[in-house]
């Protein structure tokens, strides 16, 4: 989920409690912020503010240039050691509001800077400083430098050893205090801040300039501090130890590719190293400072040396080394090719299943990366073996191949007609391909094999039938479990774990977990039933499942309108379907309401994200903070506490809502409780929205969220009961 739900009031309540003669003053100073369609800057916003009393007005309207109805913020960031801290500002404003856009708030500001931005997700470049300044006017005088040189001094007086120079600055003129200090050694020497008296040590003449600059911007003149340090007395006669290392990356035949960075070092166990010098090839010596990176295609030598602080110079050293050209990019995609094999009719078509192979190969030099392939249009899923398929009817399978420059070759598609022969497709009770065998919410840890029938134990034990005793269902357990261990799928300690979920599951006792009714069972008449809002789409498959976001892109959702749920436990299966190695964003929405007629319609998958509930859906490591089983905006769940399973696996999904408590659970395991008590939404802008207690809908419409073209995520088995 890329729009983000804010924690923010309407209107800022910072300074709220300011007396009213300090009202009367704050009106004096009036601080106006503007925003508009464009979601990178504010329109207006002042730079500059005198300390005391203050209205702030944030106005994003028609008026400032709004037609979209995007929603902006104005807030103070608190957290920052850097800025200012004393005022709690968070202002959401959009044209629909009940203010028209327009608020105000009351501040109290003292002499300093305040960093400000817009909370929203994608508006990160919507930020600025406000300088506070002292008195009546804006600070235009710059700091007050100077520096002092300490140290042992000779007759002449130079430095014996080393120098310390300390530097100090003030701003007692311009009023709003000095920001930082800065330092560089020499005339060529890059500035870096000054935290505490910098200590030269190296023998030579030197030059360290100054400046400071304060907070209102203002950079004092250059200065500078000009000295030599003279070596101490010593009877130091050796020369530093030298040596230089070459690096970077080579050839098979040892040369560097591009580049080759040369590092010297040298140590002095008596006066101290003094300088490293080096050259290259003929050329004349230079300061050292830095690694020597050569770029420059041949053969290199990298002469070297140091001197101590007591004049000893080092015998001259070098390196040796070549640097070629590296070879060019990789620009051309693979070359892919597939061959489909099977027994055949006299039609043409393959009888009982056909084996579909994909082959690839790179003549641009970096290899081929992966293998993908899409059968009947359905996402694509990383090749790794021939692909059998065994359903009846005619066929697509697309394949593509993308090298390891990025190269993705264009797909092709073969085509061809399966017919059966022998045994019919397994007739399972349900359809459950997780890991292990899990009895109602009680994993035995047992993996959840393929047996005889062609039946995973998990689709044989029908934990989701409507059984009329917890008796009747262990009978039926034991049954099945004995069957297996004959036929040798599991072992006796694996019949005594499966045994024991079953008992701990409750199933068939009072109260058990039965009457869920179908939204979407696979079928295109469920499909059908559905309706697509706002951007991107969803596709029906041909093994029963729905995919979102292969075809089109954009921000939208599917959503099922045919009525609303109060209390209800919703069950899901889902499966990430993302290309390539990153993972898919998605998420179902809870209890939102009617989008036909609604202030929100004209983007009307804000209806569920403002009003609603999104319970995400997000594996991936980075990005989003609102992982797997999140309820975005409220409540976070991080990867550990979601239990991530290997991507292109289904996975169980539980939404649990009663009052308003809402219960999440990933394949059988509790991963989030969340109590939605109010205080972090967005304010209802009409009178037939939520009450005033803070509190979302107590019933609403339930949807699936599709985020892009590379979102792909597939959705099954989708059923409801109302609790």
Known sequence: MTLGLLSAPAVGQAGKDAAPAAAAAAAEQTLTWTAGDPIDRYLSAPKTAVAGPATIVFENSTATGNTTGMPHTLTFVTSDPEFNSDVTLNILANPSDAQGGKHTAQVNLTPGRYFYHCTIPGHGMMQGILVVTEGSGEDTTAPQTGARVTGTQNGEGAYVGAATVAVEATDESGGSGVDRIEYAIGDDGAWQPYTAPVVIDQVGAHKV?????????????????????????????????????????????????????????????????????????????????????????????????????????????????????????????????????????????????????????????????????????????????????????????????????????AARTVNFTVVRSGPPPPNCAEYDERLTVIVGTVDSGVPNRLTESRCRINEIIEDEKEWTSHALFLKHVKTVLDKLRKDGVIDRREHTAITGAAKRSGIGKPGQDTGYRPLFDGSADSFAKWQHAGGGSFGLNADGSMTSGTTRGGLGMLWFPQRKYGDFSLRLQWRDDAPGTGNANSGVFVRFPQIVDHPEESRPEWVAIKFGHEVQVLDRPDGDMYKTGSVYGFDRVGLAGAGVTQKGTWNDYEIRVVDQHYSVYRNGVLINEFDNTGGQEFVPPRSDDPGTDGRRYASGYIGLQVHGTTDVISYRDIRIKEL
């Open 209 to 409: 300039r100054y400046r400071a600059t304060d907070k209102a911007g203002n950079t004092a003149a250059e200065k500078a501090a000009e000295f030599t340090v003279v070596p101490p007395p010593t009877d130091d006669t050796t020369a530093p130890e030298t040596s230089a290392t070459v690096s970077g990356e080579r050839d098979p035949a040892g040369a560097y590719l591009d580049m080759a960075t040369v590092t010297v070092s040298a140590s002095d166990t008596g006066s101290g190293v003094n300088t490293i010098e080096y050259a290259i090839g003929a050329g004349a010596w230079q300061p050292y400072a830095a690694p020597v990176m050569v770029h420059q295609v041949g053969s290199h030598t990298v002469r070297y040396r140091a001197t101590d602080k007591a004049g000893n110079v080092a015998a001259e050293k070098s390196v040796q080394f070549t640097v070629v050209s590296a070879p060019q990019e990789d620009t051309t995609a693979p070359v892919t090719g597939v061959a489909v094999d099977g027994s055949r009719n006299s039609d043409g078509a393959y009888i009982g299943n056909a084996k579909v192979t994909v082959t690839a190969t790179d003549e641009g030099g970096s290899g081929v990366e992966r293998i993908e392939y899409s059968l009947d249009g359905g996402p694509y899923l990383v090749y790794s073996a021939p692909v059998v398929v065994d359903r009846a009817g005619a066929h697509a399978l697309a394949y593509r191949a993308t090298d390891k420059a990025g190269n993705t070759a």
